[in-house]
C-alpha cells in the first residue's frame, strides 16, 4: 500500500468509530423543573413551598426568601428535604399568607457542588 491510502484508510476508520460510539451526555448543572404552588399560579394560600431539581440538593447551603407585594421578607418555619426525595426542597410557611402577589427567590448548592439560584412568581387568590 501507498502511504496516502494509509492515511485516508486511517481516516475512514477513525470516523466511522466516531459515528457508531455512544454519545456522552451533555453535563450541566442542575435545574429547577417543578415548583409547588407552580409560577405564575393563582392558588389558595399554601402552607408550604415545594422546588424540585433536576438532581441532588445540598440544603445546608440553600437560602429561600419568600416576599409579598411590599417586597418585604415573610417568615418561613423550616427548609428541608422531602421524604426519600434529595432533588425535592419543602420551606414551611410560618404564617397564613393572605391575598396578593408572592415571589420566592432561592439559591442553593446542588450535588455537583455549583452554585445555582432564581425566583419564581404566584399568587394567593382572594
Do not use: C
Not at 82 to 89: E, H, I, R, S, V
Not at 94 to 101: I, K, N, S, V, Y
Not at 106 to 120: F, K, N, Q
Amino acid at each position: 500500500m501507498k502511504p496516502v491510502r494509509i492515511r485516508r484508510w486511517s481516516a475512514a476508520a477513525a470516523l466511522g468509530l466516531m459515528l457508531a460510539a455512544p454519545s456522552l451526555p451533555a453535563y450541566a448543572h442542575a435545574e429547577l423543573l417543578e415548583t409547588v404552588p407552580a409560577s405564575q399560579a393563582s392558588t389558595t394560600a399554601p402552607k408550604e413551598l415545594r422546588l424540585t431539581f433536576s438532581e441532588s440538593i445540598e440544603l445546608s447551603f440553600a437560602e429561600v426568601t419568600l416576599k409579598g407585594d411590599d417586597d418585604r421578607p415573610i417568615a418561613v418555619e423550616r427548609l428541608s428535604l422531602a421524604p426519600y426525595d434529595n432533588k425535592t426542597m419543602v420551606i414551611t410557611v410560618a404564617t397564613d399568607l393572605p391575598a396578593g402577589a408572592y415571589t420566592v427567590d432561592w439559591s442553593l448548592v446542588s450535588a455537583d457542588d455549583h452554585r445555582i439560584e432564581g425566583s419564581y412568581s404566584f399568587d394567593v387568590a382572594p
